[in-house]
Nanobody
Framework: EVQLQASGGGLVQPGGSLRLSCAAS????????IAWFRQAPGKEREGVSC????????LYADSVKGRFTISRDGAKNMVYLQMNSLKPEDAVVYYC?????????????????WGQGTQVTVSS
């Protein structure tokens, strides 16, 4: 059974940090690009960051460049999103997703598997 399990969301003050984790199982993790998307109520799903399977190259949305860092651990089938300098506008639900396209894209229709969301709340 294919599973992507996102975790690590929570409440943080503006300027604070969180690390999201995505645990993958049931498919050949090394063959998939893994991305984080986020979605606010009533808005379109937005690509946040992606890490390829081929060469570990990364992709970031302009809104998070310099603040977020994505990484993957092939030995553990895990992908992490380190989020620093969090802003109130980062407070939405985050999803991890896997694509057989080894190179990164933010076209969410190209992702085969999705995890459940994890809520990030940024508030003082």
């Amino acid at each position: 059974e294919v599973q992507l399990q996102a975790s690590g969301g929570g409440l943080v003050q503006p300027g604070g940090s969180l690390r999201l984790s995505c645990a993958a199982s049931g498919f050949n993790f090394d063959d998939y690009a893994i991305a984080w998307f986020r979605q606010a109520p009533g808005k379109e799903r937005e690509g946040v960051s992606c890490i390829s399977s081929s060469d570990g190259s990364t992709l970031y949305a302009d809104s998070v460049k310099g603040r977020f860092t994505i990484s993957r651990d092939g030995a553990k089938n895990m992908v992490y999103l380190q989020m620093n300098s969090l802003k109130p506008e980062d407070a939405v639900v985050y999803y991890c997703a896997a694509s057989t396209r080894k190179l990164c894209t933010f076209r969410y229709t190209l992702y085969d598997y999705w995890g459940q969301g994890t809520q990030v709340t940024v508030s003082s």
